[in-house]
């Protein structure tokens, strides 16, 4: 998503400045091109050989460095970038963006950039300073400016030994918002409800009956909506997905663990939706009954017979309580008769759209990180997307859902 873009970066000197490596690591993993300008504290912490191996490019630190690609780099770079984050964002340079003081080669640069083109900003300091009045009025004052982002701090131990709110957010956060800050906003005031990952059935307090479901799929789905301006309620099952913490209230999550509590908060939820994508691996059947205590093999046993109930339909009870300009898509993963039994999901359910995958497809299903998908719309049309990442997918099926 962001191949092709240019991205700057603004290095000051926090501790922090440690992960700027590894984000600009992952910026260029993700097609990114990559410039840095820092501080000359910055590189107390990074140096430059570093930032510039990893980059490929020319570090910017100097204003009248005689070796400056252009006389006046901090309007050249401006006008190269896409986007500039500052990571890490001391309290100074946070305190100087506000005040448009712009006196080094960072906030020179940063001040020729806002208003222009989109700013990211990730504070980092100790928690002192965070709560400075002064901070805190001068982050509130950039979060208003148009086209400027700025990251909350997250709390944890401080370089300094404490522990408290002044951490910066990680890069693979860092990378989040800076995709959100490039994505097109044609689903901002939306409401998404979406659904994702398995779910799980108990026997007794230490078995269930669960799928393989990873809730990729369902997690790049709200990653996409939130990137293009949606508020979204993700309701999941138990998965090692996460989403990084840089959307604020436009992010609720709740968890669940079985198919009726799955079948509760969506239901509950429904009504407030303008759209609903159920992507999640519910389980059709739960034990009709449930151990209070361990089953345990006994002595000669050579089986066991469970008795199963079926769930509730979510997408079913979705679509028949649907209002008019309520959108509901579902998902269908099938093994046999693909195409056959996706149309009739769409037509039994009341569905807008199905997405349809195959377990027969190489790539596509359970735990990784592609997928290869058909789209088919109540109107009867219908598209295929090659094999693509979960990622791609989502936006495939966003840019396909909006026309």
């Given amino acids: 998503m962001l191949r092709g873009k240019h991205i ?6 926090g501790i922090a400045a440690y992960k700027v490596p590894e984000l600009v690591r992952l910026l260029r993993k993700a097609g990114a091109e990559v410039r840095l300008t820092a501080t000359h504290n910055a590189l107390q912490f990074v140096t430059e050989t570093t930032l510039r191996t990893l980059s490929g490019n020319p570090v910017y630190t100097d204003m009248f460095a005689p070796v400056n690609e252009h006389a006046t780099e901090h309007i050249s770079l401006p006008d190269w970038a896409d986007l500039m984050l500052v990571a890490p964002a001391t309290a100074n340079v946070i305190g100087k963006a506000a005040a448009g003081i712009a006196d080094d080669a960072l906030t020179t640069t940063l001040a020729a950039t806002v208003a222009r083109k989109p700013v990211v900003i990730a504070p980092a300091m100790n928690d002192k300073m965070y709560d400075n009045p002064a901070t805190q009025h001068a982050m509130s004052e950039l979060g208003q400016w148009k086209g400027v982002t700025v990251l909350d701090c997250t709390e944890g131990f401080l370089a300094c030994g404490t522990e408290g709110k002044g951490r910066m957010q990680e890069p693979e956060a860092l990378l989040e918002a800076v995709q959100a800050a490039l994505a097109p906003q044609d689903m901002a005031g939306q409401s998404v409800l979406i659904t994702a990952g398995p779910t799980r059935e108990p026997i007794d307090p230490v ?8 809730g990729k799929m369902g997690y790049a789905l709200a990653r996409a909506c939130l990137r293009r301006g949606a508020d979204v309620v993700l309701v999941s099952g138990p998965t090692q997905e996460r989403i990084a913490p840089v959307y604020g209230s436009r992010l609720h999550i709740v968890n669940v663990l079985t198919a009726a509590e799955m079948a509760e908060a ?14 999640a ?42 209002q008019n300009g309520q959108r509901l ?14 149309l009739r999901k769409l037509r039994d359910k009341c569905l807008d759209a199905i997405v349809l995958n195959s377990l027969r497809d190489a790539g596509a299903g ?9 789209l088919l719309m109540a109107d009867g049309t219908e ?7 979960k990622e791609e997918v989502a ?6 859902l909006h026309r």
């Avoid at 691996?281 to 109930?309: E, H, I, N, W, Y």
């Avoid at 598209?383 to 990442?389: E, N, T, V, W, Y």
């Fill in 329 to 342: 898509v579902g998902f269908a993963l099938e093994t046999d008769h693909e195409h056959e039994n996706a």
């Fill in 383 to 389: 598209q295929a997307f090659p094999l693509l990442s």
């Fill in 395 to 400: 936006d495939a099926l966003l840019d396909r």
């Fill in 281 to 322: 691996a519910v389980a059709d059947f739960t034990p009709a009954q449930v151990s209070p205590v361990k089953r345990k093999k006994q002595p000669g046993q050579t089986g066991m017979t469970l008795s199963l109930t079926t769930t509730t339909d979510i997408a079913a009870a979705m679509g028949a309580s649907k």
């Fill in 8 to 13: 700057l970066v603004g290095v000051s000197g």
């Fill in 366 to 374: 359970f735990g990784v990180d592609t997928n290869k998908v058909t």
């Fill in 207 to 214: 078995r269930y009956l669960t799928n393989c479901s990873s």
């Fill in 266 to 279: 969506a239901l509950a939820r429904w009504p407030e939706a303008g759209m609903a994508v159920l992507s």
